[in-house]
């Protein structure tokens, strides 16, 4: 099956520096990619979707200054954190599709963030 | 109103028993997907079964079937054959078009 890499899966940051996290798509070519974080024992909560060589749109509440988002390719997105703070430390999953409501997400294996 | 419904925030069942997770939708689009996904402790996601909007008949996946019932817009998981590898958070979700939907998750305890 198709496989969706994530990197790093887990990082620690001191506060007020930047973090980005690489999401790769290996062998599909994904139209569009999400972001989403979660907290211990909760949902999936979605902060933006992106498609490629367009700007993301971001869900509401979430920060676009502080949550970068590019989509550079049909493989690659990437979410930086930008200036971290403590309340940032969460876990961050992305996910890639194609188009097609019957195509399945495909996620990434996850990245734990810790901001000290 | 919520897109995916799941009702039980915990679920325990027996070893080797049959469990059912209980999901319901919500939407006025004619084409919609219907997923299930798989969280272990480790975080990530597995998918495990696909039920597609016009599809006739019920999903399965080896130790996985869908209960889609269309009228009442629920879309149930069954795992027969519990093992303890099961435990885990599940999680229903929709598609519509481009858009994904998750409910809020099942926790389920495999009990030996």
């Known amino acids: 099956g198709a496989v969706v890499s994530q990197h790093p899966s887990w990082v620690i940051c001191k506060s007020g520096t930047s973090v980005k996290i690489e999401c790769r798509s290996l062998d599909f070519q994904a139209t569009t990619m999400f972001w989403y974080r979660q907290f211990p024992k909760q949902s999936l909560m979605l902060m933006a979707t992106?498609?490629?060589?367009?700007?993301?749109?971001?869900e509401q509440g979430v920060e676009k200054d502080k949550f970068l988002i590019n989509h550079a390719s049909l493989t690659l997105s990437t979410l930086t954190v930008t200036s971290a703070h403590p309340e940032d430390s969460s876990f961050y999953i992305c996910?890639?599709?194609?188009?097609?409501?019957?195509?399945?997400?495909?996620f990434g294996s996850g990245t734990q963030l810790s901001v000290l | 109103a919520q897109k995916i419904t799941q009702t039980q925030p915990g679920m325990f069942v027996q070893e080797k028993e049959a469990v059912t997770l209980d999901c319901t939708y919500d939407?006025?689009?004619?084409?919609?997907?219907l997923f299930w996904y798989k969280q272990p402790s480790s975080g990530e996601m597995i998918f495990l079964i696909y039920q597609g909007s016009y599809d006739q008949q019920n999903a399965t996946e080896g130790r996985y079937s869908l209960n889609f019932q269309k009228a009442r817009k629920s879309a149930n998981l069954v795992i027969s054959a519990s093992q303890l590898g099961d435990s885990a958070m599940y999680f229903c979700a929709m598609r519509e078009i481009d858009q994904f939907y998750f409910g809020t998750g099942t926790s389920l305890t495999v009990i030996p």
């Open positions: 939407t006025s689009d004619p084409s919609y997907g």
């Open positions: 996910s890639a599709t194609g188009t097609g409501v019957d195509e399945k997400l495909f």
């Open positions: 992106s498609n490629e060589g367009s700007k993301a749109t971001y």
